[in-house]
């Protein structure tokens, strides 16, 4: 594979650029969304730095230990997974506690859950709080706006909604969220964990350790996207579809996993299992998944997202669920 030229990366970013919705450069992370997370736990941990968590999901508790083994101070705000953060108790919370920063996992994947970033984000604008959130699995399904929202560090991958694979990921950085971790001592030096090194890499050269194959599937993906109306048009069909699974799961008889159907993330369904022999016997067929983790044996994930956001694929799902019942 021959590695990107200078023109084909900086397309790569830009295409980030406008999944974010950001005038800011992001960061390029040579490897999966979960190793930008980590870097960024270690890049923004130090000891007397105070960070707010909200936890309601897998994905949160990883990131609130990754502060705790940085040093830092860190409060977690959990709920039951089959809910999300109300923006008001978030608000009440910051008021409380006091955080330079706040974290979050605006969609969680596991759960079928999306958190109201752009609530939560305006109570911790209001109150001049940082702002790092974990959009993987979000970009592409639910709207986004990163400048807009004032966003200050936010991590996407390719591999849920946007059409692609892992292996590659971003990283948004705000001026004010790179000021922040250049400021930490405590930050990771000489390390494939320092952000901000990557930051200054990237300005001067495509990093080595760039995957090849990977970087070439998201170019890819990208173009597909801006082919078929942009992140926006992507939105709207997993929102389309995510209302129609919706809808006929409940007239099949299924309940949603969410409490609150407002809170339903438009990536994936949630569908709380069916007390049939056929549904204790599931294993997956297709884009419907048994629980992960905690959720096994609790509930059914409809993956109708990035490849799978089509009708075809929702038609199957609706008749394998009808038999689950
Ligand atoms: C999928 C996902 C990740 C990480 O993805 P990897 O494939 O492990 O890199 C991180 N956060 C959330 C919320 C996700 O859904």
Partial sequence: MIPLLRSEFDELAAAAARALATETTPVVVPGEAILGIEAVARCCAAPGRRFLNLANGPYGAFFGQWLREGGAEVRDLEIPWNDVFDAQAVADALDETRPDALCYVYTEAVTGGANPARAIQAAARARG?????????????????????????????????????????????????LRWMRDNRRAPEHSALSVTELYD???????????????????????????????????????????????????????????????????????ELPESPAAAAFSGEGIVRPGDGALFGRLLRVNHYGVSATDEAVNAALKTLARLL
């Avoid at 801006?226 to 926006?232: M, P, R, W």
């Avoid at 992507?234 to 969410?258: P, S, W």
């Fill in 201 to 271: 890499a990237e300005r001067a050269g495509i990093p080595a350790h760039l995957p090849v194959l990977e970087a070439r599937d998201a170019l890819r993906a990208f173009r597909e996207i801006e082919e078929t109306g942009g992140v926006d048009a992507l939105v709207a069909r997993h929102r389309a579809l995510a209302e129609r699974v919706r809808r006929e799961a409940k007239a099949l008889g299924f309940t949603l996993y969410q409490a609150r159907e407002a809170a339903c993330t438009a990536l994936n369904t949630t569908l």
């Fill in 129 to 177: 709080v940082i702002t790092i959130v974990d959009a993987v699995s979000s970009v592409g399904a639910d709207p986004f706006r990163m400048d807009e929202w004032g966003v200050d560090i936010v991590s996407i991958g390719m591999q849920k909604a946007l059409l692609g694979s892992n292996g590659v990921s971003f990283l948004g950085v705000s001026e004010r969220g």
